[in-house]
């Protein structure tokens, strides 16, 4: 079975590392002596309070969180947080947020804060460019008095990154994490919250991750859903009610790979050489050409085209053929895209630089 298995390049919901789906196999039908499976057993069992404990130690331990910072595991996915932020950081209805502009999910992120203040405002844009690239420090224009800043740090769709981290004093600074978390270190206190949904980087679908400093655990705005309150969440521990179980499990052996790879230090020295692998054939193809501009790649989305759209299909159809799948790119900006996650392995993209070679000789 597993000799059949592909590089699967999708955007998420994604690969997961071979090691960990073996063990969760192995572990499927009785978990640790239980008689039963994870997706079978309270959530109040001793056994799972242990998986949720573990995911967060090592949570804690792999991405070197801060003590005055909760970790939670919620559901809804990243988008359910474009609400829960304002909801929860908005110090009154009229509130204020600066919004960075990145991409789709950062315009989704805005607009939903619209809903909750008339005072959301745009920092920076960079949709005239049509997303090649994230905004400079230098251009945005930050309301020193805003509850929070809110950026997408890894824009999943056209492939960029910020190479820096904005610089916002006083002001929490609140990162869509969803294509990036886990894929290097990142210095957690800059950040007053992190957000991600798993399954780009660390588990199936249906745990949502949220890093959160502990002074904006406070009071949410008037008629806020008890579900959707951050405190409420961190008081119970991430069990008010039933938490995404199976997920939260995956999560922990995920977290376990990690660390026997040596953390984030080592992951970042994995990710940086798969990804200068695909980047340094594209500077140097003549078919191909990468789409974001080179100051803000992403190291785990890989954007680009041959500028002929028959072409960018032709090679969609023919690499899925070939055991590489999902590469065709986002409807809003075409042509191709790799997502190579951490779980990609490097023989992964390696095979799709072979790919890519041998269809710019038939194509030249
Ligand atoms: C995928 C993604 C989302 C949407 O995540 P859901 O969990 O499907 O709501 C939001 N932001 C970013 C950066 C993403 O990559």
């Not at 002596?33 to 079978?40: A, R």
């Not at 090592?58 to 359910?80: C, E, H, W």
């Not at 990142?186 to 780009?200: H, M, N, P, T, W």
């Not at 078919?287 to 085209?305: H, W």
Request: glycine residues 6%.
């Amino acid at each position: 079975m597993t000799q059949k298995r592909i590089y699967n390049f999708s955007a998420g919901p994604s690969m997961l590392p071979l090691p960990v789906l073996e063990k969760a196999a192995a572990e499927l039908l009785n978990y640790n002596g239980s008689g039963m499976s994870v997706m079978e057993m309270s959530h109040r069992s001793k056994f799972f309070e242990e998986i949720i404990q573990s995911a967060e130690s090592l949570m804690r331990k792999v991405m070197n969180i801060p003590d005055n910072y909760r970790v939670l595991f919620l559901q809804g996915g990243a988008s359910t947080q474009f609400a829960m932020v304002p909801l929860n950081l908005l110090a009154s209805p009229e509130g204020t947020a600066d919004y960075i502009v990145s991409g789709s999910f950062a315009k989704k992120a805005y607009e939903e804060a619209q809903k909750f203040s008339p005072n959301i405002k745009c920092a920076a844009s960079t949709k005239a460019e049509n997303f090649v690239r994230v905004p400079g420090q230098d251009e945005l224009t930050l309301s020193p008095n805003a509850d929070y800043v809110h950026i997408c740090f890894n824009n999943t769709i056209y492939g960029t990154k910020y190479p820096y981290i904005p610089e916002t004093g006083q002001v929490p600074l609140v990162a869509d994490m969803s294509s990036c978390i886990l894929s290097e270190p990142v210095d957690v206190s800059r950040f007053g919250l992190i957000y991600a949904g798993a399954q780009k980087n660390v588990a199936p679908a249906g745990v949502t991750i949220v890093i959160i400093r502990d002074d904006l655990l406070k009071e949410p705005l008037p008629g806020t859903p008890t579900m959707l309150t951050y405190k409420t969440q961190a008081e119970n521990d991430s069990m008010y009610n039933t938490p995404p179980c199976y997920p939260i499990y995956i999560c922990k052996l995920v977290l376990e790979w990690i660390e026997e790879l040596g953390g984030l230090t080592a992951l970042a020295e994995r990710n940086q050489k798969k990804a200068a692998l695909l980047y340094d054939y594209l500077d140097n193809s003549q078919l191909f050409q990468p789409v974001a501009d080179k100051a803000s790649r992403s190291i785990m989305n890989v954007t680009f085209r041959t500028g002929n759209p028959d072409l960018d299909a032709e090679f969609a159809k023919q690499s899925a053929a070939a055991g590489l799948s999902n590469l065709k790119g986002h409807r809003s900006v075409g042509g191709m895209r790799a997502s190579i996650y951490n779980a990609m392995p490097y023989e992964g993209v390696q095979a799709l630089v072979d790919f890519m070679q041998k269809f710019e000789q038939e194509h030249k």
